[in-house]
Structure formats: structure tokens, C-alpha cells
């Protein structure tokens, strides 16, 4: 959801929590002085894969769908992957039309300012579209045609996910491009995002046990690790909890590359760009200057991090004044050993040991560190959850290994049991983008 602002504007951002709330859509590009990005220069790797696929796309425009070659988007230079690893289907817009029940409202999964997403099928053997309630279930993202920056994004998303294949990063399946339709298919995820658990509307959903919620914590930083590594050098400029999927075992994978951009080359520190992103998850370092570095990614993981372990939203205007941004609240008890144990949901309480629940809030605080340097890397940070799960503070906890068990059984029956709620939830995210 995206909110439009009024107001002054101090350094191209509000100061105000109600500022950030009632934002629409804010150009921070005009208020930095070493950013001079337009839409005309974009990443030129991308617009150049943008016109190979303009040029197989209108090579096949009259092919029927399973005749359909699969073909690969990147023609960009990738690090080495096995033949056909990287190769994207192109689908047809008639038939997603047909795989979604001409995207009817009671298939539709949720939306935002890119578009709409639907749920679909696909043919297990060849990939084309199937009729609904056949074949593999795939989630169809509709690109609003309406705005530049929403065709940038598309491009965007295929040119990363095109090429970046990991356990946990969603993977793209293919796209449609066809007169003005561009819709991109995806793996579909059945538990949806870790915003829905967290935060939705749907009450009888059971609360993420302390086990799930340091479980997907470890798989977000997997993802992150993997594409700030040498393989990936990518910064992904938009982590947050509602670009957190979670698959049928509650294994999160990071999605919505749409805002994603090549880290610094050549020895450089940073990158200089235009602002994108979402309040609340973007580096202070990042909105005051454009400098883009992986810590950027880095500090948007602390604030998840602190979502996952208060059960709070990074800004909620509904709480008091002192607690509307959950960052500024939660700095006093990460910074001290007694107090700490204050920000923890009290829906999990019980199900951790004191060690654990220190040893996990002080990586987040190191995450959100004011200073980039004191961050640590995503690699630190995979290492650090790893240690976390192996040093035996679950047994610590007081709970047994089979009421964990039993935890993540409800978790799984209760999700399952919701799955009409899930389709009709729409997000209650109550911070907007930085554009």
C-alpha cells in the first residue's frame, strides 16, 4: 500500500512517525545533491535485457503457448550456473488469464502499488497453463500499467531473479510480456508472508513459536548472505517482513527484487542512487545520503529481527507517542542486560531461555548500529542464528523437543485450516515506500 505525504520535508524525508503513516509517495532524489539518477540512465545491463526481450518476444507473439521455446533473459554477464538453470518460461497473457480464472477476485492473493497477485496453475510436465484446481499451484503477479516505475521494477525482478537461484530466494518461473500486459509467475508459497503472521488480521492463526520465528530469522539471512556474496553481489534495498515468504515448512525465501541494484565494483565503498524503499527498514546512513552499501540490507534485517522477536510493527501511529516507531522504543532495552527481556512478545513467553533471548536481541541491536562499520555482515549473521539453534538454549528453555514439535504442528494445522482467510487478506502494512 502506498500513502502520500504533505508537509515539510527535512533532509527529503519527514521526521514525524504520523509523517511517515500518512506518506504517499515521496521523490527523496530531489533533495540529495549527489544523486542525479533519471529514468532515462537506468542500469543499462537491464535495459539492455529489456530489448532481448522485446526481440523474442515478438519473435513468437504468434506460436502457440505449448509450442513456446524457454527463453533465457540473460543475456547479461552472470557468474556460471548449469545449462538451462537460468532459463525463464514465456507465458501467454491468454493463458494466465486461463490459469487464473481470468484473475478472478476469489483467486486473488493480495496487492500493492506494483499490481495485483493472483494464484494459478501450471501444467507439472510442460509448464503451460492449466485449467484451475489441475497442475501446480504458481502465484501471477499483474504489473499495474499505469507508470513508468512500475514496467522498471518488472524489468528489474526478471533481470535479478533471472540469475539468482538459492533455497532461500523465491523462485521466478517465468513472464508475460504481450502488447501492454506484463505479469511475472512465481513458485507459489502456501503460507504466504512473515508479515501475515506476525501482524494479520487473521486471529485464529496461531502466533509464530519462538522456534519458527529464529527459524525464519536464519533463512532471511540465508538469502541475504547469498546475494551480498561474491556469487550475488546484489543489494536488495527493500528487506522487509512483507518480502518474507514462507513455503509449507515455514523455510523463508526472500521475494520482491523490484528495488534491487548491483552492489559497489572496482574498489568502490558505495554506490550513490535515488532513495528506494520502504520507512522504517531504510538505513538513517541510506536516506540521508543515497550512499548504497550492503549494511543498508543489513540494518533492514535488524529491524525484522525486532519485529520477529517483539511481535511488533516497525511503526503502529496507534500506540503512544514513545512507542509509534518500534526502533526508537526498543534502543533503551537492547542497551540494557536487565531491561531487554521487555521488548519480547508475550506471546512467546516462556519458550526461550534468558541466554537465548539476550544472545538474539543483541545481534539485532548490532544490525541496526548507527554506524555502518559496526554492523556485522550477513555471513556474521547466518553464523551467529546457527550458534543460536545449536548451543542447546532450546532444551534451556524449559519446553521439550515435543512440544516444539507440537508447536509447529498447530502452526502448520492452523494455516492450513485458514485458507479462504488467506485469500481475501489484504496487508495492513502501515509504512509506505521511499521513491
Known amino acids: 500500500m502506498i500513502f502520500s505525504g504533505t508537509g515539510t520535508m527535512s533532509g527529503g524525508i519527514r521526521t514525524s512517525v504520523k509523517g511517515f503513516l ?57 557468474t556460471p550456473q548449469t545449462q538451462g538453470e537460468n532459463l525463464l518460461r514465456r507465458f501467454f497473457y491468454n493463458e494466465l488469464k486461463t490459469a487464473t480464472w481470468n484473475f478472478h477476485p476469489e483467486n486473488k492473493l493480495g496487492e500493492g502499488s506494483f499490481g495485483q497477485v493472483f494464484k494459478g496453475w501450471v501444467d507439472d510436465n510442460t509448464s503451460t497453463a492449466a485449467k484451475p484446481g489441475t497442475g501446480m499451484l504458481v502465484a501471477v503477479k499483474n504489473i499495474n500499467r499505469e507508470g513508468l516505475q512500475g514496467h522498471e521494477e518488472w524489468l528489474t525482478e526478471i533481470y535479478y531473479l533471472g540469475r539468482l537461484h538459492h533455497p532461500n530466494v523465491v523462485k521466478l518461473l517465468g513472464y508475460c510480456f504481450e502488447d501492454d500486459h506484463q505479469l511475472l509467475v512465481y513458485e507459489f508459497m502456501a503460507y504466504r508472508s512473515l508479515e501475515v503472521h506476525l501482524f494479520g488480521w487473521v486471529s485464529y492463526l496461531q502466533p509464530l513459536s519462538w522456534i519458527l520465528r529464529m527459524k525464519i530469522a536464519l533463512g532471511a539471512a540465508k538469502s541475504l548472505a547469498f546475494i551480498h556474496s561474491s556469487e550475488g553481489k546484489v543489494i536488495h534495498r527493500d528487506f522487509k517482513s512483507s518480502n518474507i515468504l514462507l513455503d509449507s515448512n515455514y523455510n523463508a525465501k526472500l521475494s520482491d527484487f523490484g528495488f534491487a541494484k548491483d552492489g559497489p565494483a572496482g574498489g568502490s565503498s558505495h554506490v550513490s542512487t535515488r532513495v528506494m524503499g520502504t520507512y522504517g527498514y531504510a538505513a538513517p546512513e541510506y536516506v540521508a545520503t543515497g550512499h548504497l552499501t550492503g549494511k543498508n540490507d543489513v540494518y533492514g534485517f535488524g529491524v525484522v529481527m525486532l519485529e520477529l522477536l517483539s511481535g511488533r510493527k516497525v511503526l503502529e501511529i496507534s500506540r503512544p507517542t514513545r512507542e509509534q516507531d518500534l526502533v526508537e522504543w526498543a534502543k533503551p532495552y537492547l542497551a540494557s542486560k536487565r531491561g531487554v527481556l521487555k521488548i519480547f512478545d508475550a506471546r512467546i513467553k516462556g519458550q526461550y531461555s534468558v541466554a537465548a533471548a539476550r544472545k538474539a536481541a543483541n545481534l539485532a541491536s548490532r544490525c541496526l548500529s548507527v554506524e555502518p562499520r559496526l554492523r556485522p555482515n550477513m555471513n556474521e549473521v547466518v553464523t551467529a542464528l546457527e550458534q543460536l539453534q545449536e548451543s542447546g538454549n532450546i532444551e534451556g528453555s524449559g519446553i521439550s523437543l ?34
Open 22 to 78: 500518512n506518506a504517499k509517495r515521496l521523490a527523496l532524489s530531489s533533495k540529495i545533491d549527489t544523486v542525479h539518477e533519471t529514468n532515462e540512465n537506468i542500469n543499462e545491463n537491464i535495459t539492455r535485457n529489456f530489448t532481448a526481450l522485446q526481440a523474442a518476444a515478438d519473435s513468437v507473439d504468434k506460436m502457440k503457448a505449448q509450442e513456446t521455446p524457454m527463453f533465457s533473459i540473460c543475456d547479461v554477464p552472470s
Open 402 to 435: 515435543n512440544e516444539l514439535r507440537q508447536s509447529l504442528y498447530s502452526n502448520s494445522n492452523s494455516a492450513k485450516s485458514s485458507w479462504k482467510s488467506w485469500i481475501s487478506f489484504r496487508s495492513s502494512v502501515s509504512c509506505g515506500y521511499i521513491r
